[in-house]
């Protein structure tokens, strides 16, 4: 029984927790630092029985301080927010805005030639604590257009950034109308837009936005940005948004709450996008249920997205996904036709049957690279296998899954160059690590992090995960569909 909470725990432990390129990914915030240099901090800190310091989550005045000390000592930034207001805690938005940083520098989409040195990004939701916008200006440049639609959020978003002269300019804040002098997206479907009609189809079940507008009736004519970032209200009542005991990071009835919860926000933010269109180089969301994430992705797919990205943003106890989504077209295809958009590089193991252990996933996951001549090292206390695989495997892994069609195709080109280019596969041995981490009981996460992380090699171990899940599902599971996450 200890030994299998210590598996546990290692397993917890390994869990990716921080963007590499956040602050904080190699120095966590020294409460005891904090408490010595700043005495209004010092007061909510208290040192366990293991020596270590410590503060009280459930006090939402203890974490509102810990939010302004750590952006006066860390990020130069002078903040507050009154008491009530959704508090946010800093390495986790700092998550969100690398993540953003990484979609712009990628060479998936283009730029566009208008301040192309410049990016511009939309804050849905901005808040009080107008936290991204200010991020993201100080950590990066970025100049941002933050909305809301309350005084208190409005009135203290502004006092925010005139507390901050050096990046005051960077940033404007904007309040969403009531919408009875804008364009909405039934306006924009019956003609009065460009937009095309939107595609989104909507069950009896489905619970539809009807509130303030959010992209349509608050982006101006004429007006480009790179991105847009929301973090939604994630529940459909205040009783939900209060279910988690451990934190209080407090919230407004604004910030937390809609009909339909964040399923329906979102869904709305699709349909603003498929009237908007290339007005935004990339729609980017937090997502704050897994569940969630497979339902707004058939809704990208209805509205003909040209690329989805979704990644996962783990803090301490908290999991979000982030999904991001694009309408314009790629600059290149890095892996067939078949497969674009798909690069997985993790999936969700559902319905594992109850005679079976995670070891027992594992060793099978070993034996299937084998099998196909790769040479495998299982590491059975870290639950992680080092995988490293020659063109000719990686070849014999996929062919007789769901992208045989592509080497049918590709095996008639004339010389082995062109072969390799259309399967996308490396010429060197690619070198991969699987590791499996226990979620609840029946479900685990299989994820693959490639050793060199080039787009080729992280395409061809997205096809391969897709082929190890079908190995895993037919032998492993009860009849249940698994979820993919990239």
Not at 185 to 190: F, H, L, T
Not at 207 to 216: A, D, E, H, N, S
Not at 319 to 337: D, E, H, N, Q, T
Request: net charge neutral; hydrophobic share 35%.
């Amino acid at each position: 029984m200890g030994g299998n909470k210590n598996r546990k725990k290692r397993r917890r432990e390994e869990r990716p927790t921080i963007h590499p390129k956040n602050k904080y990914s190699e120095n966590p915030p020294d409460f005891s630092l904090l408490a010595s240099l700043y005495p209004s901090f010092h007061t909510f800190v208290f040192y366990s029985s293991d020596g270590r310091p410590r503060i009280d989550w459930t006090d939402f005045n203890a974490t509102r301080e810990l939010t302004r000390v750590l952006l006066l000592h860390d990020h130069s930034l002078n903040w507050w927010i009154p008491d009530g207001q959704l508090c946010p805690t800093v390495p986790n938005r700092s998550n969100y805005i690398h993540w953003i940083e990484d979609l712009l520098l990628s060479n998936i989409i283009p730029k566009t030639e208008i301040n192309r040195d410049k990016v511009r990004g939309f804050d849905i939701g901005t808040g009080a604590n107008c936290i991204y916008p200010l991020l993201g200006a100080s950590l990066l440049g970025w100049s941002f257009v933050g909305s809301d639609v309350t005084d208190v959020a409005l009135e203290w978003a502004e006092r925010n950034v005139k507390d901050n002269p050096h990046i005051s300019e960077l940033i404007e804040i904007r309040r969403v109308e009531s919408g009875e002098n804008t364009l909405s997206v039934e306006d924009s479907q019956n003609g009065r837009s460009s937009g095309s009609e939107s595609k989104i189809q909507f069950t009896d079940n489905d619970t539809r936005y009807c509130g303030l507008p959010i992209l349509v009736g608050v982006v101006r004519d004429g007006e480009k940005f790179d991105f847009c970032m929301c973090n939604p209200p994630f529940f459909e009542t205040m009783d939900e948004a209060g279910l988690n005991p451990k934190t209080s990071c407090g919230g407004t009835p604004e910030e937390m709450v809609c009909p339909g919860g964040e399923r329906a926000f979102i869904t709305r933010i699709i349909e603003d996008s498929s009237v908007l269109k290339q007005t935004f180089r990339w729609y980017t969301t937090m997502v704050g249920r897994k569940s969630n994430l497979k339902f707004l992705i058939s809704k990208l797919r209805e509205v003909g997205v040209s690329i989805v990205k979704t990644t996962e943003f783990f803090q301490g106890q908290t999991c979000r996904w982030g999904l991001a989504w694009s309408f314009v077209p790629p600059v290149k295809k890095i892996i067939s036709l078949h497969v674009a958009g798909k690069r997985n590089l993790s999936f969700m193991f559902e319905g594992l049957q109850r005679q079976y252990s995670a070891v027992d996933v594992l060793q099978s996951i070993e034996s299937f690279f084998c099998h196909n001549g790769a040479l495998c090292n299982l590491n059975a206390s870290s639950f992680t296998i080092d995988i490293s695989a020659s063109h000719d495997h990686c070849k014999a892994i996929l062919k007789n899954g769901e992208h045989r069609d592509i080497f049918a195709d590709c095996e008639d080109a004339k010389d082995t160059s062109q072969s390799t280019s259309c399967l996308g596969l490396p010429i060197n041995n690619l070198c991969f690590r699987i590791s499996v981490f226990q979620q609840a009981p029946g479900t685990l996460l299989v994820k693959g992090s490639p050793k060199h992380g080039d787009s080729q090699a992280s395409g061809t171990v997205s096809l391969i995960l897709q082929r190890l899940e079908e190995v895993l599902k037919l032998k492993f599971c009860r009849e249940k569909s698994t979820v993919n996450l990239s």
